[in-house]
């Protein structure tokens, strides 16, 4: 276990401000199709941004003031935050973030749960955080390291626990988050005191008849994001090196990609940030584009598609007691009575009236409440 600083230097600031001056983007679709991408005009403010108003050195002091450390084994690589509440008998909690996410999207909830008194019309309890960069994303990624899939993952988290002395503790997770702790509770149900998520990744299928309005509106969902929401995954999951190439190339290229998902997931109103800070996107940006990490965050996927096997399944189910917080503009949200045949001990089920994937960043108050009532109910 060693501790970590960050420290990009200024050069690659400069080099990454001056590869955006000169990038090239065109407004070739002056018409408006909300669906189709980022806009010209959005891409554009961003960048505006990104190039003159974004400090990169103000969001690593934010992220220096943690005690960072990198943890190695079996060939693996893992930078984690580790944030210790100053209360005894402080319950454990991983957070696991996702794609195309990162350590940052933590940043507003941490004091929530760390400190109470940051929030005192909730009564919260006092959390020990261990917030991992994901194997193959951010300060987590090595050139020389092979990227690693969900199943790994999930193996190498387990052990970064083992080795904090952590015998007992809770995981919350979105996105690949939320597969990685359904697996570790798979895995050893007897460490994990229970998982809270922001996503259930329920198998995608849509060979099943629904049986009540719910279960129809569920597919009806899924449905439509298969078409016209999943081109991410499938180039992600078969041509990854192909993509990552040209995002490598431009940050420009990278923003717009990255900034799509931003927008396109969250509960925005077609304003990006009416519920999230640019300045934490663009953090989360420039982690992935100073640690040249965007090829390796593509590989759970494609692992995933060349596997016979969905990563959550009938003959596993999950046992440990869960919780859920569903948001309205998650990318889809599966009714309880689909859930409960994949997760056994459902004692949590919270839904809300906005927000949507990035539910640390746009909504982070509800999410903290929602950990600790599922807590509660655990303890």
Not at 290 to 296: D, E, L, N, R, V
Request: charged share 20%; net charge neutral; hydrophobic share 40%.
């Amino acid at each position: 276990m060693k501790k970590f600083i960050s420290n990009i230097s200024t050069g690659e600031i400069d080099n990454l401000k001056f590869q955006i001056s000169k990038s090239r983007i065109l407004d070739w679709g002056s018409y408006s199709v909300d669906d189709a991408g980022i806009s010209y005009k959005r891409l554009s403010l961003i960048l505006d941004y990104w190039q003159n108003k974004f400090s990169w050195k103000k969001e690593e002091n934010k992220l220096n003031k943690f005690d960072q450390y990198v943890f190695e084994k079996d060939d693996c690589h893992t930078h984690f935050l580790h944030i210790k509440s100053n209360k005894k008998n402080a319950i454990p909690l991983l957070l696991i973030h996702g794609w195309p996410g990162s350590i940052f999207e933590f940043f507003d909830l941490i004091p929530l749960l760390v400190n109470p008194l940051q929030n005192t019309s909730l009564d919260h309890q006092h959390f020990n955080l261990i917030i991992p960069s994901l194997p193959n994303v951010g300060f987590s990624f090595l050139k020389n390291k092979p990227p690693l899939g969900l199943e790994e993952i999930s193996d190498h988290f387990i052990n970064l626990m083992e080795s904090l002395g952590y015998g007992n503790y809770f995981i919350q997770g979105g996105d690949l988050g939320s597969f990685i702790a359904s697996i570790m509770s798979v895995k050893v149900p007897e460490k994990i005191h229970g998982i809270h998520l922001n996503m259930l990744p329920l198998p995608r299928g849509l060979d099943k008849k629904p049986k009540n309005t719910k279960e129809k509106k569920y597919y009806e969902e899924l449905k439509n994001f298969l078409h016209f929401e999943a081109g991410y995954q499938y180039i992600q999951g078969t041509k990854p090196f192909t993509l990552a190439h040209a995002l490598n190339a431009s940050p420009v290229s990278l923003c717009a990609y990255i900034s799509e998902k931003f927008y396109s997931w969250t509960d925005n109103d077609g304003d990006l940030f009416k519920n999230i800070n640019i300045d934490t996107m663009l953090a989360n940006i420039s982690l992935y584009w100073f640690s040249g990490c965007i090829g390796a965050s593509f590989w759970p996927y494609f692992v995933r598609h060349r596997s016979p096997y969905w990563p959550i399944s009938l003959d596993n189910p999950i046992e440990v007691p869960t919780g859920y917080s569903e948001f309205p503009k998650e990318i889809f949200s599966p009714p309880i009575s689909l859930a409960e045949q994949y997760y056994h001990n459902i004692i949590f089920w919270e839904t809300h009236k906005s927000g949507g994937h990035f539910a640390a960043m746009e909504n982070p108050a509800l999410l903290a409440a929602d950990i600790n009532n599922f807590v509660r109910k655990v303890l």
